[in-house]
């Protein structure tokens, strides 16, 4: 047992997944603080235990305010990026309830156990907790609406035995774990059963890793008979003779799937070696076409601005990508995203030595998304000291030029298409990350987004 999480002490217990950023991840699923709740539930004998996500409640701090009164025990899950919201909560709580214990666990915990978490934190969970039980009683109405709606999603791994420099996984001492076959099939069952949904993604970074189980779940689908699709996330190299060959991919078909998510990275081998990858372009270009040739969506996610990489390393990127996007309207382009340096992997100390500097205790963690670059997704100006003045700037405007000149190209909407060829004459082609079209486009753009269009 965690030295630092005595049962004990706990009874009516609060666990809580604050935002991440200024927007919320509505109709996300939370699966840390998820697990922790379903475990506490079922660990603790007689527990009151609540859960309360952010990205997945209205009036979320009013929520809060009301479950914590009476509670003896609340712990928030914290990846880096959610400290700057939960600190204020933690604050609350030590200020109204100094009686009540706070815990905090999560990527952040993991990654920084060493840290100084201040005066207002019992303990800092830096192991995690058994993750075998997700209790239903705990998804927020808003993520079972989106599993009615949209999708719902079915975990069937953790992890993964690659160590790619730039994902936590590689300062992790973990390996792939893939869940039971029956526990698989038995949540597959249920969510069918109870929401009927439309689509299915099982959750897992590399749900072929374990071909056994990948193959269990496509029979089990197949038995059922249909009436949903499916996607799940792979690494390329599973696409093999022995893993996933042609007869597995009819089944696959036959059983729903439309999707695989690529994690491709980058179309420079001397890129995907420094990144420890373990695939080579070949591999991607095999794995997108055996999709494409059994009509299944390729998703190819591509990271560009990485420490080391060359402008004819990027160049070679944007060969593949057009390769790729050549291969038809099955394969979509995610990116290229410039590289953010989040806390964990190699390659985050790495770039320490460029001089970027961290915060080093939990409070100061708090203000760091605020001034530098790499908490933003898509509105990042990073300013690192590995790239040219020039390349900070023009550089998260390729995936601009990407989705909309690629993906947007092969739309069957007209107005869609004709802006994506534009896009594609105008600026992939010829490389042109910039100019006044693609401002106003943008610009425009965000304003609909925002006006809900
Ligand atoms: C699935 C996933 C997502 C999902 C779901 C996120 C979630 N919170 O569940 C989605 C797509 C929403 C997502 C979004 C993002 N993610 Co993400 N995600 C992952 C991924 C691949 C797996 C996480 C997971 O589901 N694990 C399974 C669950 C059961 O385990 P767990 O979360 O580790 O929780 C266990 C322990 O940590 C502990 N624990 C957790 N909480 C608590 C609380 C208490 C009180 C206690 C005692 C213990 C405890 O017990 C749990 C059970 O064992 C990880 C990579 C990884 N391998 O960890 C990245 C990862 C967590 N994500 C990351 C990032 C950066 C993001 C985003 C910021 C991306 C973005 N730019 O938008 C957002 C922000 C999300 C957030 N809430 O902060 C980083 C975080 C790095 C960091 N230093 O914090 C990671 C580590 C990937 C990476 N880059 O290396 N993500
Ligand atoms: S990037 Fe993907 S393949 Fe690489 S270690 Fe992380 S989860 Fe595994």
Same mark, same amino acid.
């Given at each position: 047992m965690i =030295? %630092?999480l005595?049962?004990?002490?706990m ?6 997944? $604050?935002s991440?950023?200024p927007?919320k991840?509505?109709?996300?699923v939370m699966w840390?603080?998820? $697990?922790?709740?379903?475990?506490f539930?079922?660990a603790?004998?007689d527990?009151?235990?609540r ?12 929520k809060f305010?009301?479950a914590v ?5 609340v712990?928030?899950?914290v ?5 700057k919201?939960?600190?204020p909560?933690? #604050?609350?709580? #030590?200020e109204?309830?100094p &009686?009540?214990?706070?815990?905090v666990g999560?990527?952040?915990?993991m ?8 005066p207002l934190?019992?303990? /800092? ?5 058994p993750?075998? =039980?997700f209790?239903?009683e ?7 609406? $989106?599993?009615?709606?949209?999708? $719902?999603?079915v ?6 035995s690659f160590k ?6 590689s ?6 774990e ?6 698989i099939?038995?949540?597959i069952d249920?969510v /069918?059963k109870?929401f *009927?949904p439309?689509?299915i993604y099982?959750r897992?970074e590399d749900?072929?890793f374990?071909i ?5 779940? /496509?029979?089990?689908l ?6 949903f699709r499916?996607e799940a ?9 022995d ?9 696959m078909v036959?059983s ?11 179309g *420079?081998?001397r890129?995907?070696?420094?990144l420890?990858k373990?695939?080579?372009?070949? &591999? ?8 494409v040739?059994y009509?299944i ?7 560009i601005?990485?420490p080391?990489?060359?402008? %004819?390393?990027?160049?070679?990127t ?13 394969v ?6 410039v590289y953010?340096?989040?806390p964990g992997g ?5 770039? #320490? ?6 915060? *080093?205790?939990? %409070?100061e ?7 530098n670059p790499?908490g ?11 790239l *040219?003045?020039e390349?900070n %700037? ?5 995936w601009?030029?990407a989705?909309?000149?690629?993906n ?8 869609k ?9 105008l &600026?992939?082609l ?5 100019g006044p ?8 753009? =965000?304003?609909?987004? =925002?006006?809900? /269009?």
């Amino acid at each position: 047992m965690i =030295k %630092e999480l005595d049962l004990s002490k706990m009874s009516r217990i609060l666990v809580v997944n $604050a935002s991440s950023g200024p927007g919320k991840l509505a109709g996300q699923v939370m699966w840390g603080a998820w $697990a922790v709740a379903s475990y506490f539930k079922t660990a603790v004998k007689d527990a009151d235990v609540r859960y309360l996500d952010e990205n997945n409640e209205d009036d979320f701090r009013g929520k809060f305010e009301a479950a914590v009164s009476d509670r003896d025990t609340v712990g928030f899950s914290v990846t880096s990026m959610q400290i700057k919201y939960t600190l204020p909560l933690i #604050k609350y709580v #030590k200020e109204k309830f100094p &009686h009540i214990r706070v815990l905090v666990g999560g990527a952040h915990p993991m990654l920084f156990p060493e840290q100084d978490y201040g005066p207002l934190v019992d303990a /800092v969970i830096s192991e995690e907790l058994p993750k075998d =039980k997700f209790l239903y009683e705990f998804l927020p109405e808003r993520v079972r609406q $989106a599993y009615r709606t949209e999708r $719902a999603q079915v975990i069937t791994g953790f992890n993964c035995s690659f160590k790619c420099t730039f994902c936590v996984n590689s300062v992790r001492n973990c390996r792939y774990e893939p869940l039971p076959i029956e526990k698989i099939c038995a949540d597959i069952d249920y969510v /069918v059963k109870e929401f *009927s949904p439309k689509k299915i993604y099982f959750r897992d970074e590399d749900f072929f890793f374990d071909i056994e189980k990948a193959r269990g779940v /496509v029979a089990h689908l197949l038995e059922l008979g249909g009436g949903f699709r499916w996607e799940a996330t792979s690494r390329v190299t599973n696409f093999k003779p022995d893993k996933i060959n042609d007869e597995l991919l009819q089944r696959m078909v036959r059983s729903g799937c439309v999707q695989v998510r690529f994690g491709v990275e980058s179309g *420079s081998q001397r890129t995907l070696n420094a990144l420890r990858k373990g695939q080579t372009v070949a &591999h991607v270009k095999n794995a997108v076409a055996q999709c494409v040739k059994y009509g299944i969506n390729a998703s190819c996610s591509f990271i560009i601005g990485i420490p080391g990489e060359t402008a %004819e390393d990027r160049e070679e990127t944007y060969r593949l990508i057009s390769e790729l996007h050549a291969m038809g309207p099955l394969v979509e382009i995610l990116g290229p995203q410039v590289y953010r340096p989040y806390p964990g992997g190699k390659l985050f100390e790495e770039v #320490k030595k460029y001089g970027l500097e961290f915060p *080093s205790t939990f %409070e100061e963690w708090s203000g760091f998304y605020d001034t530098n670059p790499t908490g933003s997704v898509f509105d990042a100006s990073p300013d690192y000291p590995w790239l *040219s003045q020039e390349e900070n %700037e023009f550089l998260p405007k390729v995936w601009e030029v990407a989705h909309y000149g690629l993906n947007w190209s092969c739309s069957v909407n007209p107005v869609k298409k004709a802006i994506g060829l534009w896009f594609k004459r105008l &600026h992939w082609l010829p490389r042109r990350f910039g100019g006044p079209d693609l401002w106003l486009f943008m610009f425009l753009r =965000k304003k609909l987004l =925002k006006a809900g /269009v």
